[in-house]
T-cell receptor
Framework: NAGVMQNPRHLVRRRGQEARLRCSPM?????VYWYRQLPEEGLKFMVY??????IDESGMPKERFSAEFPKEGPSILRIQQVVRGDSAAYFC???WGPGDIQYFGAGTRLSVL | QKEVEQNSGPLSVPEGAIASLNCTYS??????FFWYRQYSGKSPELIMS????GDKEDGRFTAQLNKASQYVSLLIRDSQPSDSATYLC???????????FGTGTRLTVIP
């Protein structure tokens, strides 16, 4: 499967724990985007990364959230000290170049108890 | 004003009819426009992309773009029950590579 791969598909955390979401872009793509979809809401941009660089993090909450895309391995979205309001579907998308069509992964559904 | 606005619906059409979905955007110099389909609990799936004024057809789908009116639409001909989903309009804004999404229009095709 050469599509965008996200794992885990479902993640349950208790308040105060850490959540790590992983995304491997489509083969040949080096641009990764993270979006969050709250229940009954549209997708909201969080962060845009290329290999080893954060290009645009204007949509990231100022605290507890971080993202990386190392030279080797998947992109990681990390949420520290999760709260119930972090419960959402987190989607990763990738593109071949900046501004190119973005293809989405299946998402990670985070539930915070 | 939101960057991208859509009627949330729900929009119901009978099977075989034409479904018309509309979207307006606020940034006059937006360059790229996309329609994604999202089934409940699933990820967005690209249906159409359009970059210049006019119509673009792909099978039963036609995207229409009018940059002067800041308006993009999606027509689905011969609607099928399998077209029942939420349709998301997305736009890239000036100086940004990320997508700005509308809240989506929920379409139901009635057999």
């Amino acid at each position: 499967n050469a599509g965008v791969m996200q794992n885990p598909r479902h993640l349950v955390r208790r308040r105060g724990q850490e959540a790590r979401l992983r995304c491997s872009p489509m083969k040949g793509h080096s641009h990764v985007y993270w979006y969050r979809q709250l229940p009954e809401e549209g997708l909201k941009f969080m962060v845009y990364l290329q290999k080893e660089n954060i290009i645009d993090e204007s949509g990231m909450p100022k605290e507890r959230f971080s993202a990386e895309f190392p030279k080797e391995g998947p992109s990681i979205l990390r949420i520290q000290q999760v709260v119930r309001g972090d419960s959402a579907a987190y989607f990763c998308a990738s593109s071949w170049g900046p501004g190119d069509i973005q293809y989405f992964g299946a998402g990670t559904r985070l539930s915070v108890l | 004003q939101k960057e991208v606005e859509q009627n949330s619906g729900p929009l119901s059409v009978p099977e075989g009819a034409i479904a018309s979905l509309n979207c307006t955007y606020s940034d006059r110099v937006s360059q790229s426009f996309f329609w994604y389909r999202q089934y409940s609990g699933k990820s967005p799936e690209l249906i159409m992309s359009i970059y210049s004024n006019g119509d673009k057809e792909d099978g039963r789908f036609t995207a229409q773009l009018n940059k002067a009116s800041q308006y993009v639409s999606l027509l689905i001909r011969d609607s099928q029950p399998s077209d029942s989903a939420t349709y998301l309009c997305a736009v890239t804004l000036t100086g940004a590579n990320n997508l700005f999404f509308g809240t989506g229009t929920r379409l139901t095709v009635i057999p």
